[in-house]
């Protein structure tokens, strides 16, 4: 079992930047996983935003975030970070940290075992 907990969260204005962290725990060691960041809005489906393997050296993106946004993970803490910067309003959405077992970067939803609660973002015009 893996449990994820999500922090960094707020209020900001377009431009601001903002760190989210995603602290893990369970008896599975995080590093035997590969991570994701995912977002979703009132109404819509949940959607990809980053990934990374097990050891950090590959990571993913989804197009509207590249160049933004980098995702990163420390293993001997058990976290994952997504740095966002140059925050626009569209980018407003509950985000969600999450586990899945694999060798590579996920980019789908299916395969992510494990889930945390979520952080809300909220960037301001």
């Known amino acids: 079992q893996v449990q994820l907990v999500e922090s960094g969260g707020g209020l900001v204005q377009a431009g601001a930047s903002l760190r989210l962290s995603c602290a893990a725990s369970?008896?599975?060691?995080?590093?035997?996983?590969?991570m994701g960041w995912f977002r979703q809005t009132p109404g819509k489906a949940r959607e990809f935003v980053a990934a990374?393997?097990?050891?950090?050296?590959?990571?993913e993106y989804a197009d509207f975030v590249k160049g933004r946004f980098t995702i990163s993970r420390d293993n001997g803490e058990n976290t994952v970070f997504l740095q966002m910067n140059s925050l626009k309003p569209e980018d407003t959405a509950v985000y969600y940290c999450?586990?899945?077992?694999?060798?590579?970067?996920?980019?789908?939803?299916?395969?992510?075992?494990?889930w945390g609660q979520g952080t809300q973002v909220t960037v301001s015009s």
């Open positions: 999450a586990a899945a077992r694999s060798s590579g970067t996920v980019h789908s939803v299916g395969p992510y075992g494990y």
């Open positions: 369970g008896r599975t060691f995080i590093n035997s996983y590969a």
């Open positions: 990374i393997n097990w050891s950090g050296g590959r990571t």
